[in-house]
């Protein structure tokens, strides 16, 4: 059962030639049929490990070495069908038949927003 989802942003910084970048991961946190509590991470809608791992940690995109990040910020996302009185609408008809204009609407990207700034010491364009 999920327990939690949460938008997490994640920063990352390299300990070799210090580039700073963040990403946005989606995570899920469930109970199994056991009662272990577990994390399941996204990004791009692909699974990837945790980014808080050393095996999760993504590339440095100047120097390519590996290192853990930070949490940065986090949006929970509520788990439906929420408190009574929350804003929702019925559809009518089916989720294929529903706002069709979200079938053609290009990928929000995890890293598709404003990085971190970079130190002008340490700037990629310096290296």
Do not use: N
Not at 11 to 33: A, P
Not at 90 to 107: I, M, N, Q, V
């Amino acid at each position: 059962m999920i327990t939690e989802l949460a938008v997490e942003r994640v920063e990352f910084t390299c300990g070799h030639c210090w580039y700073k970048w963040s990403v946005d991961y989606d995570v899920q946190y469930y109970r199994d049929e056991d009662g272990h509590e577990w994390e399941y991470f996204t990004r791009d809608g692909q699974s990837v490990s945790s980014p808080y791992e050393p095996q999760g940690a993504p590339p440095c995109p100047i120097c390519g070495r590996r290192w853990v990040g930070r949490l940065m910020a986090r949006r929970p996302v509520p788990l439906p069908p929420g408190a009574a009185g929350t804003p929702r609408v019925r559809l009518a008809g089916t989720r294929a038949e529903h706002r069709t204009d979200r079938h053609d609407a290009p990928p929000l990207e995890a890293d598709a927003h404003e990085q971190p700034p970079q130190d002008a010491a340490t700037s990629p364009g310096d290296r």
